[in-house]
């Protein structure tokens, strides 16, 4: 048997019906617009990324140092500190380098109590130039067979092998 439609539902399919027109109309609306904008789009190309240039390892600015000494009276004048300029001269930290010869000795008399981490010798270097050194060092007492650099799990350790140390100092080339 037929189900009789009752009024009310009647009016809420009408309603429902009035309502997707409604939405229908809104999108036909639209609808110029984003064609509009798709084929404005289609009209741009996309470029491919390009490579970046080949950057220099090498620093490039040159500094005079009364250019850097200014630099820092102005440091100070900002501090309120009035300082002359043979003040500055006198706190500016001088460049320490260290002598390959110097290290490698150094690192010689080390080993003469035991093997030592290369972790540990750079641990207790106080400057990049002296991590510079002690590398060097430890690769110029390598070449010459003096010292041992060995893997245990995930330090290394360095191994004096045995020789007169004036020698083996001899040996090594201040560069």
Do not use: W
Request: proline content about 5%; glycine content about 6%.
């Amino acid at each position: 048997m037929p189900r009789e439609v009752s009024e009310l539902e009647v009016l809420m399919s009408s309603l429902e019906q009035l309502k997707a027109r409604d939405v229908f109309a809104s999108v036909q609306k639209v609808v110029p617009e984003l064609k509009k904008a798709s084929e404005l789009g289609l009209l741009y190309g996309v470029k491919q990324p390009e490579p970046l240039p080949k950057q220099s390892k090498v620093y490039e600015y040159r500094h005079k140092p009364v250019d850097l000494l200014r630099a820092m009276y102005r440091i100070y004048l900002r501090g309120g500190k009035a300082a002359s300029p043979e003040d500055i001269a006198d706190r500016v930290p001088q460049r320490i380098v260290y002598s390959v010869r110097d290290k490698s000795l150094q690192i010689l008399q080390r080993l003469r109590g035991g093997d030592v981490s290369l972790n540990q010798l750079y641990r207790e270097c106080g400057s990049r130039s002296e991590i510079v050194a002690t590398f060097v060092s430890v690769l110029e007492l390598c070449s010459i067979g003096s010292v041992h650099v060995e893997r245990v799990e995930d330090t290394y350790t360095i191994t004096f092998i045995g020789g007169d140390v004036d020698e083996i100092m001899e040996k090594i080339v201040e560069t």
